[in-house]
């Protein structure tokens, strides 16, 4: 039997080896079923770095993908620290999208000043009402929020679904299920050249600073933390927890919207219901990864962007499915959650015999 | 008050039989050495009390002994036959179990849906033998239940029994295996000091018949009306070894202390205004403990009102009342002659009540966050601590290091984890948290729970000074010495209902003991 002992102390260079350590193991484990298909590592893993990191198109398609990861990844990690588990990051980042289609399809016309901030406010809005819903029910009613958030995700998507074939289809889409274009005072702009990558990076990094500041130097951040780490005290020493977890959720909700409103109106120009292919679940496992700090979402991000990116490029030049990048991250996301653990407990071989009572 | 009759230990002619023995026993949790080359020998029928503050190691070496724990060094031997040691083989608690060693521990480990009977058997014969052999076992516990003298009905739910009678269930349990070393882990901290004196009186006939007992406590009163001799413990090493016939309550605790201890001393003093005032206060909860009836109290400046009872008699819904934790259902809560309207913590903090919650680690603090976090927690919008919305951490430092300074809080610094204080510190800090605001009233809610004797003093000495000040202070205590020694006049509280006990001057603690049992226990005692 092994046994479990808790540590006494967690040393803080472990908040930082785990995650690096687990995404080894991950590539390690993942170079199974690349030996399996007959590749060769180097190769392979060489290949999926250069398609990720190999020349500026590579690197702007990485930062590209990262963009909307470091918002729901953020947005997790908001609601997580305060201990308000938010698997709707999905339904909250199509809701964003969908605020700003709402706004930024000519139903109002204004100078770009005016028109891109209105347009990332009603996304933002809308990913924010999106989970105070399910906030308010757990305050009032302690209703299991992995529940309604989850469930959520769905109802949402058909709702945009609906709306695509319905009110907002384009007339001039032949048919597609698709929005009429966001007009031109309503975009983001491209960064560099004629790459992909785009100035929703700028407000994803802006929102990252803004959450370490939110949680390091507010109060707002202190309740948060206090109420995540330990509600009775909180609530003992004052802080209103229904209030501060509301909060919490609104930030929340609108840091997914806000990805939702940087891929509509920074990368595609239009809403499809195919616009996220899981940003909003991703972002779970990038917070997690990040160890829920603002700064590591940005890395994290960067990284899974990268095994996403990287692994497509390698599927196109030696023919192995591109799900490669699905299982690389979904161990490293296992082999983070084992590292917590190993970094929480001492394990201790008990023998065969050695029983509990 | 009388303590139960002490038997007299065995005598020192006659040396009864080694039963167990730990020898030089060490055990490290990383760089903490909780148990330092510990011995101990235990003979047959004999008691001994394993005394020591929180932290000495007491715990530690029952694990060692019943196998919980592996000792990086040092043996376990018990008697086996015709009485020669044998070594026990470490980390397994099935072999002391087999090896006849009993423990109660203080939670205790019954299944509340089962009949007593039951739960006597439960694990020891097999799921057939649960049907079939029962009028063998029967017997058997039968005997136990005769020799002993523990009564109590085995053929009603553990659940309907009270605290009392399911520890006797558990001591059964550990005789029906054929205990021949009883550990009690302090097996007192949940009954009323009547029930206390009837488990003396047990261990006494107990120990008459032969066994060994393990008695660990940190009460000093009980560990003179209980043991032959004790072992007590400082730091995780033998601080002495006492016969108690000779001992003496100043000795002991010194040597848990290791310093000598002055106690605190209480000044007579003229209650002024009423602070506090509950007017047939009703909370209705969710259970006993959480409900109190009908209740009407008042507390006065320079007063410290002392709350008796056995936990778990509605002190949970008293204590969430005053801290604006619940409202009532109906009566009238009076602060300073006003009718209170808003139940929040916030709004009782602002009104100037302080809280000094039971649990320090469930209420009282953030645990992952650090000191100088905590010291602050309750204060957040004041100018100190922030200005529009953004914290002042030169604020927060600043309070923190007075605080550390005035309150003699131990630890690495401001920024130090707070879960990381041992428990004594931790209360120092709620102390310099709650009385720094200079409260009107005060909540201590079992301010000195698990404190060592030192940090219980300076707890004492900090109310008292409040009181002084002319602060209004409800203790809520199940230590009746605490109670004697700081409280001005006592409210028993059982079953949710509170009694004024009257001024401590016409007090004693036995008559306060029966009301903590709820008065219907007089008669059976009388």
Same mark, same amino acid.
């Given at each position: 039997?092994?046994?479990?002992?808790?540590?006494?102390?967690?040393?803080?260079?472990?908040?930082?080896?785990?995650?690096?350590?687990?995404?080894?193991?991950?590539?390690?484990?993942?170079?199974?079923?690349?030996?399996?298909?007959?590749?060769?590592?180097?190769?392979?893993?060489?290949?999926?770095?250069?398609?990720?990191?190999?020349?500026?198109?590579?690197i702007s398609e990485t930062f590209t993908r990262a963009t909307p990861l470091i918002l729901t990844g953020l947005a997790a990690a908001v609601a997580f620290r305060a201990k308000f588990w938010n698997i709707g990051g999905e339904g909250q980042f199509y809701l964003g999208a969908l605020g700003a289609v709402v706004v930024g399809?000519?139903?109002?016309?204004?100078?770009?000043?005016?028109?891109?901030?209105?347009v990332l406010i009603a996304g933002a809005a809308a990913g924010a009402i999106g989970l105070i819903g399910p906030a308010y029910l757990k305050t009032r009613f302690n209703t299991d929020e992995v529940v309604t958030t989850l469930l959520l995700n769905f109802i949402i998507l058909l709702f945009v679904q609906m709306l695509l074939?319905?009110?907002?289809?384009?007339?001039?889409?032949?048919?597609?299920?698709?929005?009429?274009?966001? *007009?031109?005072?309503?975009?983001?702009?491209?960064?560099? %050249?004629?790459?992909?990558?785009? &100035?929703? @990076?700028? =407000? /994803? +990094?802006?929102?990252?600073?803004?959450?370490?500041?939110?949680?390091?130097?507010?109060?707002?951040?202190?309740?948060?933390?206090?109420?995540?780490?330990?509600?009775?005290?909180?609530?003992?020493?004052?802080?209103?927890?229904?209030?501060?977890?509301?909060?919490?959720?609104?930030?929340?909700?609108?840091?997914?919207?806000?990805?939702?409103?940087?891929?509509?109106?920074?990368?595609?120009?239009?809403?499809?219901?195919?616009?996220?292919?899981?940003?909003?679940?991703?972002?779970?496992?990038?917070?997690?990864?990040?160890?829920?700090?603002?700064?590591?979402?940005?890395?994290?991000?960067?990284?899974?962007?990268?095994?996403? *990116?990287?692994?497509?490029?390698?599927?196109?030049?030696? %023919?192995?499915?591109?799900?490669? &990048?699905? @299982?690389? =991250? /979904? +161990?490293?996301?296992?082999?983070?959650?084992?590292?917590?653990?190993?970094?929480?407990?001492?394990?201790?071989?008990?023998?065969?015999?050695?029983?509990?009572? | 008050?009388?303590?139960?009759?002490?038997?007299?230990?065995?005598?020192?002619?006659?040396?009864?039989?080694?039963?167990?023995?730990?020898?030089?026993?060490?055990?490290?949790?990383?760089?903490?050495?909780?148990?330092?080359?510990?011995?101990?020998?235990?003979?047959?029928?004999?008691?001994?009390?394993?005394?020591?503050?929180?932290?000495?190691?007491?715990?530690?070496?029952?694990?060692?002994?019943?196998?919980?724990?592996?000792?990086?060094?040092?043996?376990?031997?018990?008697?086996?036959?015709?009485?020669?040691?044998?070594?026990?083989?470490?980390?397994?608690?099935?072999?002391?179990?087999?090896?006849?060693?009993?423990?109660?521990?203080?939670?205790?480990?019954?299944?509340?849906?089962?009949?007593?009977?039951?739960?006597?058997?439960?694990?020891?014969?097999?799921?057939?033998?649960?049907?079939?052999?029962?009028?063998?076992?029967?017997?058997?516990?039968?005997?136990?239940?005769?020799?002993?003298?523990?009564?109590?009905?085995?053929?009603?739910?553990?659940?309907?029994?009270?605290?009392?009678?399911?520890?006797?269930?558990?001591?059964?349990?550990?005789?029906?295996?054929?205990?021949?070393?009883?550990?009690?882990?302090?097996?007192?901290?949940?009954?009323?000091?009547?029930?206390?004196?009837?488990?003396?009186?047990?261990?006494?006939?107990?120990?008459?018949?032969?066994?060994?007992?393990?008695?660990?406590?940190?009460?000093?009163?009980?560990?003179?009306?209980?043991?032959?001799?004790?072992?007590?413990?400082?730091?995780?090493?033998?601080?002495?070894?006492?016969?108690?016939?000779?001992?003496?309550?100043?000795?002991?605790?010194?040597?848990?202390?290791?310093?000598?201890?002055?106690?605190?001393?209480?000044?007579?003093?003229?209650?002024?205004?009423?602070?506090?005032?509950?007017?047939?206060?009703?909370?209705?909860?969710?259970?006993?403990?959480?409900?109190?009836?009908?209740?009407?109290?008042?507390?006065?400046?320079?007063?410290?009102?002392?709350?008796?009872?056995?936990?778990?008699?509605?002190?949970?819904?008293?204590?969430?009342?005053?801290?604006?934790?619940?409202?009532?259902?109906?009566?009238?809560?009076?602060?300073?002659?006003?009718?209170?309207?808003?139940?929040?913590?916030?709004?009782?903090?602002?009104?100037?009540?302080?809280?000094?919650?039971?649990?320090?680690?469930?209420?009282?603090?953030?645990?992952?966050?650090?000191?100088?976090?905590?010291?602050?927690?309750?204060?957040?919008?004041?100018?100190?601590?922030?200005?529009?919305?953004?914290?002042?951490?030169?604020?927060?430092?600043?309070?923190?290091?007075?605080?550390?300074?005035?309150?003699?809080?131990?630890?690495?610094?401001?920024?130090?984890?707070?879960?990381?204080?041992?428990?004594?510190?931790?209360?120092?800090?709620?102390?310099?948290?709650?009385?720094?605001?200079?409260?009107?009233?005060?909540?201590?809610?079992?301010?000195?729970?698990?404190?060592?004797?030192?940090?219980?003093?300076?707890?004492?000495?900090?109310?008292?000074?409040?009181?002084?000040?002319?602060?209004?202070?409800?203790?809520?205590?199940?230590?009746?010495?605490?109670?004697?020694?700081?409280?001005?006049?006592?409210?028993?509280?059982?079953?949710?209902?509170?009694?004024?006990?009257?001024?401590?001057?016409?007090?004693?603690?036995?008559?306060?003991?029966?009301?903590?049992?709820?008065?219907?226990?007089?008669?059976?005692?009388?």
């Amino acid at each position: 039997m092994i046994r479990m002992e808790p540590r006494t102390e967690i040393s803080r260079r472990m908040t930082i080896i785990a995650p690096v350590a687990a995404v080894l193991v991950a590539l390690a484990l993942a170079s199974i079923p690349l030996l399996a298909a007959g590749q060769n590592l180097f190769e392979a893993y060489g290949l999926m770095f250069k398609g990720a990191f190999g020349s500026a198109f590579a690197i702007s398609e990485t930062f590209t993908r990262a963009t909307p990861l470091i918002l729901t990844g953020l947005a997790a990690a908001v609601a997580f620290r305060a201990k308000f588990w938010n698997i709707g990051g999905e339904g909250q980042f199509y809701l964003g999208a969908l605020g700003a289609v709402v706004v930024g399809t000519g139903a109002i016309s204004a100078p770009v000043w005016i028109l891109l901030p209105l347009v990332l406010i009603a996304g933002a809005a809308a990913g924010a009402i999106g989970l105070i819903g399910p906030a308010y029910l757990k305050t009032r009613f302690n209703t299991d929020e992995v529940v309604t958030t989850l469930l959520l995700n769905f109802i949402i998507l058909l709702f945009v679904q609906m709306l695509l074939q319905g009110w907002l289809k384009d007339p001039m889409s032949l048919g597609w299920p698709q929005s009429s274009p966001i *007009v031109d005072e309503a975009l983001l702009p491209p960064l560099v %050249g004629r790459l992909r990558v785009h &100035a929703g @990076l700028l =407000v /994803a +990094l802006g929102a990252a600073i803004g959450v370490y500041i939110l949680m390091r130097h507010t109060v707002l951040g202190f309740r948060l933390r206090a109420v995540g780490e330990n509600p009775h005290a909180a609530r003992h020493a004052g802080i209103s927890v229904s209030r501060t977890m509301l909060w919490a959720a609104a930030i929340s909700g609108a840091l997914a919207g806000l990805a939702g409103v940087s891929e509509v109106i920074g990368l595609k120009g239009y809403l499809t219901s195919d616009i996220s292919p899981g940003f909003g679940y991703a972002g779970i496992v990038v917070a997690m990864l990040a160890g829920l700090s603002p700064i590591g979402v940005v890395i994290s991000s960067v990284f899974i962007a990268a095994i996403f *990116v990287g692994a497509d490029s390698m599927s196109r030049a030696i %023919g192995v499915s591109n799900y490669i &990048a699905d @299982l690389v =991250v /979904a +161990l490293s996301l296992l082999c983070v959650l084992v590292g917590g653990v190993a970094a929480r407990y001492r394990f201790r071989w008990m023998g065969l015999k050695g029983r509990e009572v | 008050m009388s303590a139960a009759k002490r038997t007299s230990a065995p005598e020192a002619g006659i040396e009864l039989p080694v039963i167990l023995e730990l020898d030089n026993i060490t055990k490290r949790f990383g760089p903490v050495i909780a148990n330092d080359g510990i011995s101990l020998t235990l003979r047959r029928g004999e008691v001994v009390a394993l005394l020591g503050e929180n932290g000495s190691g007491k715990t530690t070496l029952m694990n060692v002994l019943f196998g919980h724990y592996v000792a990086e060094d040092g043996e376990v031997r018990v008697a086996g036959k015709n009485d020669n040691l044998v070594q026990l083989a470490p980390g397994s608690p099935q072999t002391a179990l087999e090896a006849g060693i009993g423990m109660v521990h203080q939670h205790f480990t019954l299944a509340e849906n089962l009949t007593g009977f039951e739960n006597i058997l439960l694990g020891v014969e097999s799921l057939f033998g649960l049907a079939r052999g029962r009028g063998a076992a029967r017997q058997k516990v039968q005997n136990i239940v005769r020799e002993s003298g523990l009564a109590v009905d085995l053929d009603i739910r553990v659940s309907s029994l009270t605290v009392g009678e399911k520890q006797r269930v558990e001591i059964l349990k550990a005789l029906y295996r054929d205990a021949r070393i009883l550990v009690l882990d302090e097996p007192t901290a949940v009954l009323t000091p009547q029930e206390s004196e009837g488990l003396f009186e047990i261990i006494a006939k107990l120990s008459a018949g032969g066994l060994a007992v393990i008695f660990i406590s940190h009460k000093l009163h009980e560990v003179l009306a209980a043991s032959h001799r004790m072992v007590i413990l400082r730091g995780g090493k033998v601080a002495g070894k006492l016969v108690t016939a000779d001992a003496d309550r100043t000795m002991i605790a010194e040597m848990m202390v290791g310093r000598s201890v002055p106690g605190s001393k209480r000044s007579a003093m003229a209650p002024g205004e009423i602070i506090l005032k509950f007017d047939g206060a009703h909370v209705d909860g969710v259970d006993a403990r959480r409900s109190l009836h009908n209740a009407s109290i008042e507390v006065r400046e320079h007063e410290i009102v002392g709350i008796a009872g056995v936990t778990g008699n509605g002190q949970a819904a008293l204590a969430a009342l005053i801290s604006g934790l619940v409202k009532p259902d109906k009566g009238s809560v009076q602060f300073l002659g006003e009718r209170v309207s808003k139940f929040t913590p916030k709004s009782f903090m602002d009104a100037g009540i302080g809280r000094i919650p039971e649990d320090r680690h469930h209420d009282g603090v953030v645990g992952a966050m650090s000191v100088a976090e905590n010291l602050a927690i309750e204060n957040l919008e004041d100018g100190r601590f922030s200005s529009n919305g953004m914290l002042r951490f030169a604020g927060f430092r600043e309070y923190a290091d007075a605080m550390i300074d005035t309150y003699d809080i131990r630890c690495s610094g401001p920024d130090a984890e707070t879960r990381l204080l041992s428990g004594g510190n931790m209360q120092k800090l709620i102390l310099a948290r709650v009385l720094d605001c200079e409260p009107k009233l005060i909540l201590a809610n079992q301010p000195t729970r698990g404190l060592d004797v030192g940090a219980q003093t300076d707890v004492h000495n900090r109310l008292l000074a409040a009181r002084e000040r002319g602060a209004a202070i409800v203790l809520i205590s199940e230590d009746l010495d605490e109670l004697f020694a700081l409280a001005d006049r006592i409210v028993v509280i059982h079953a949710g209902n509170l009694e004024d006990a009257g001024a401590i001057e016409n007090l004693d603690r036995t008559s306060v003991g029966l009301m903590m049992a709820g008065h219907q226990d007089e008669a059976r005692a009388s």
